[in-house]
């Protein structure tokens, strides 16, 4: 059951049962051996657990398809996050709504962490919750403009995680500076977190010294990265660009959330259960292999797990629907 889970199903729970006992007898031709309420019930005895262990193992297996797709040594770990919305399958009636929040490796096109999360919840925090996750020194974590801040600067740096981040001039007095002087890279000192911060992340009161970096993409826009990595010599400030690109991958993966904010519905055909919630968004998300890119909201994959596209809520926005 937990195979076919994680299969990737491409029809109804009732076609994929049928085509799976057929295989089983031999059969060219469907045959109906389990009702998908018989197979709805005997899931819920699944723990998300499996699949996280099934995740562990894949990592563990990929290690050295993943350490051959190292850059300058290091292992690239893109983060981010997504609404999910969960519902029953009747009249879609949303009973909670969560974030979907996820660690991916780039190149190996492989999950290493995902997780749920209140939907009122803060992507900073629910990264935090993932560092211990990431390897000091070996794992580079590629991160967008929404988690900057001097208290997750400084947790990395005290935490020895390398990072690559694209940040906002709004949000940094520095980072406006260094864009309107027209330098290729400069270094600058970041102010110590606030006492209630380094009180509450266990930080160090210290200033961290990081490195900025311009970016000017092929369509002419300048965006500023901000680095640990010092060494210029090893780290030209040309390769960056390129660098940071790699980090969409996880959000087009997560459905190319930068030009439109759809959410996801896991929808279930009777009353609502929590512990399912975790264990279905567990089974493809965590056990993702190359078949696909985070294969469980990938748009162009959506077949492979079963996705509904084209449903739309009152407000008429998009959305998903994963049969489960």
Not at 171 to 189: D, I, L, N, P, Y
């Amino acid at each position: 059951m937990a195979a076919l889970m994680m299969s990737g199903m491409r029809t109804s729970v009732q076609a994929e049962l049928d085509g799976l006992f057929g295989a089983l007898h031999g059969q060219t031709v469907r045959t109906r051996a389990v009702s998908a309420q018989a197979f709805s019930k005997a899931r819920r005895g699944l723990s998300a657990e499996l699949f996280e262990l099934a995740r562990a193992r894949l990592i563990e297996l990929a290690r050295p398809y993943i350490d051959s797709m190292r850059w300058n040594g290091l292992r690239l770990v893109a983060a981010d996050g997504s609404r999910l919305r969960v519902g029953t399958r009747e009249g879609h009636d949303l009973r909670a709504d969560h974030y979907a929040f996820a660690l991916f490796l780039p190149g190996p096109e492989l999950t290493l962490h995902a997780a749920l999360h209140p939907a009122d919840g803060s992507e900073r925090q629910m990264l935090f919750e993932a560092l211990d996750v990431l390897q000091p020194h070996t794992d580079l974590l590629l991160l967008d403009r929404g988690y900057p801040g001097n208290m997750m600067v400084a947790a990395l740096a005290q935490r020895e995680i390398p990072f690559c981040l694209r940040v906002d001039a709004r949000a940094w007095t520095c980072v406006t500076a260094f864009a309107r002087s027209g330098e290729a890279e400069r270094f600058v000192t970041l102010a110590a977190p606030d006492e209630q911060d380094a009180l509450d992340y266990e930080l160090v009161r210290t200033h961290t010294t990081v490195r900025l970096i311009r970016d000017v993409t092929p369509g002419g826009r300048v965006r500023v990265l901000m680095t640990s990595l010092l060494d210029r010599q090893r780290y030209p400030a040309t390769t960056f660009g390129a660098l940071y690109h790699q980090r969409w991958r996880i959000e087009e993966a997560f459905d190319s959330l930068s030009y439109c904010t759809p959410s996801y519905v896991i929808e279930y055909p009777g009353s609502f259960d929590p512990d399912r919630v975790s264990t279905d968004f567990s089974r493809p998300l965590r056990t993702y292999t190359r078949r696909g890119r985070l294969v469980v909201w990938s748009r162009e994959h959506c077949g492979r797990l079963g996705l509904l596209s084209g449903v739309s809520d009152e407000s008429g926005a998009e959305r998903r629907a994963v049969r489960l």
